[in-house]
């Protein structure tokens, strides 16, 4: 993909992403389903009516899936390079610690645990 289709793309889902967070796209959504459930008897709660919601809600799933993932791999990929920074500031090179993300779960859980006993806290 072009950097100019990129940033139009980046632009798009960060201002989706943003717009879907807000309390008046729940309170909208809310809406939406309570016009559709008070339609039901008017319209003898037929295969079409039923097929209305479940097909909408499908496809605006399915859609922020993407948007969703898209926006928190940028965030994650921003954070590590803003950590990498302060790491790199601070005179971190643990190489364990530097390469963290490529780490198992159970080895991130050891390492934390390590971390916590080294600093006097426990869970």
Do not use: C, Y
């Not at 339609?39 to 479940?54: A, C, E, H, V, Y």
């Not at 097909?55 to 859609?63: A, P, R």
């Not at 190489?95 to 159970?106: F, G, L, N």
């Amino acid at each position: 993909m072009s950097t100019r289709k990129q940033d139009i793309f980046t632009r798009f889902t960060t201002s989706v992403a943003s717009t879907l967070g807000h309390a008046w796209t729940f309170t909208t959504a809310l809406g939406v389903l309570l016009l559709w459930g008070i339609s039901g008897p008017f319209l003898g709660f037929s295969d079409t009516w039923q097929l209305i919601i479940n097909t909408s809600t499908t496809i605006v799933t399915f859609l922020v899936v993407f948007i969703i993932q898209n926006t928190q791999n940028r965030d994650n990929l921003a954070i590590n390079i803003k950590l990498d920074s302060i790491m790199n500031n601070l005179g971190i090179d643990e190489k364990a610690i530097i390469e963290a993300e490529d780490k198992s779960d159970k080895t991130l859980e050891r390492k934390q645990k390590k971390m916590q006993q080294k600093n006097g806290k426990t869970q």
